[in-house]
């Protein structure tokens, strides 16, 4: 069995394209032509080029020698959050403004929740001198107000989405209704492994550079290619998609999956998305999604805005259902806890999406032997507010 999508971007029977007709042209044109374009050399190469030179790639792997002791084993951390702005997500709207480029698209979509993603698409809109427009929830303005500024600053224009809950699922209906009313000039970047295909496995591709370093740098540093586990938070999935994606059809490498428990998988508010979830659709994808009985999607909850999502990409719920993939879910607490333990133990402040995941340890045990590879996803500039606040610093 593959952990790859088919051709019909199905992984086990999760993904697929489940979209209204007139999106259908669109995401046609894509899905016709993103294999192609991604394989041609002159894309290729310009992309590498922009990974090294502007993102700052590779990424080290670094080898956390106090926290290894702390916990008996031997973690490495690969550095995400030394990207250009601060997080993976950059890889990804590298990706796609090249992708946009090479289909002759002028003008640029997104719509952003925490405004991570939507400063990721402003900076690479900024550098190839592409118009911008990023739909945001009217609340979610109000609450990011520094992601906002920077978008302005990178010359993006923001538009509020004033319709139902006034966060992310609004702006997303926004960014798809502008792609249907533009469907010739316009690309849509999407900022997960989420979507109606090819999405999830055009995201994967373009972040799948996180194992393909991650697999030379252990080689140089341990002699072989291939860790014992690899471990990653996920949020739709993009960061863990990544760096698991070069091992998982190596079944010797244990993937471990890092979901945000909220204040308790049961206290109501929580993001778990693997125990909570039942199959439905979600933004034109087949998926697991927290919802309720009557198959409405339930308002998630976590402390940290990037875990904050009531899906999980058609990957993730394959790798759950299938049992290839162990899936944790990490409180509030225990994620803030681990995110000052990196702090004193490493000198590196973490995101707090990234502290879920370096929380397993607590209670999830190695042999002293085992590599552990953790995706150190962003870093906590973002999130020193909550850091403060949480503290009381
Ligand atoms: C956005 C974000 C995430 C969650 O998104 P994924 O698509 O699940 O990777 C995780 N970590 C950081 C630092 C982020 O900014």
Known sequence: MSYHANEKGYYGEFGGAYIPEMLYPNCEELRQNYLQIMQEPSFQEEFHHL???????????YFAERLSKKY???????????????AHKVNNTIGQILMAKKLGKNRIIAETGAGQHGVATATVCALMGIECVVYMGEIDIARQAPNVARMKML??????????????K????????????????????????????????????FQSVISEEIKSQLLEKESRENPDYVVACVGGGSNAAGAFYHFLDTPEVGIIAVEAAGKGIHSGES??????????????????????????????????????????????AHLYTSG???????TDDDAMQAGLELCKLEGIIPAIETSHALAIFEDRKFNENDIVVVNLSGRGDKDLQNYIDYFKL
């Not at 010359?155 to 992310?168: D, F, H, I, M, N």
């Not at 697991?288 to 009557?294: E, G, H, I």
């Open 170 to 205: 609004d702006a997303t209906n926004e960014a798809i209704r502008d792609w249907i009313n533009n469907p010739v000039d316009t690309h849509y970047i999407i900022g997960s492994v989420v979507g109606p295909h090819p999405y999830p496995d055009m995201v994967a591709r």
């Open 271 to 316: 993001a778990a998305t693997s125990a909570l979830g039942k199959v439905g659709i979600i933004h034109g994808s087949k998926t697991l999604l927290m919802q309720t009985s009557d198959g409405q999607i339930t308002e998630p909850y976590s402390i940290s805005a990037g875990l904050d999502y009531p899906g999980v990409g058609p990957m993730h």
């Open 72 to 86: 008996n084993t031997k973690i490495y951390l690969k550095r995400e959050d030394l990207c250009h702005t601060g």
């Open 51 to 61: 990974l090294k030179d502007y993102v700052g790639r590779p990424t080290p792997l």
């Open 324 to 330: 290839r993939g162990e899936f944790i879910s990490i």
């Open 155 to 168: 010359g993006a224009e923001v538009r509020p989405a004033t319709s139902g809950s006034k966060t992310l």
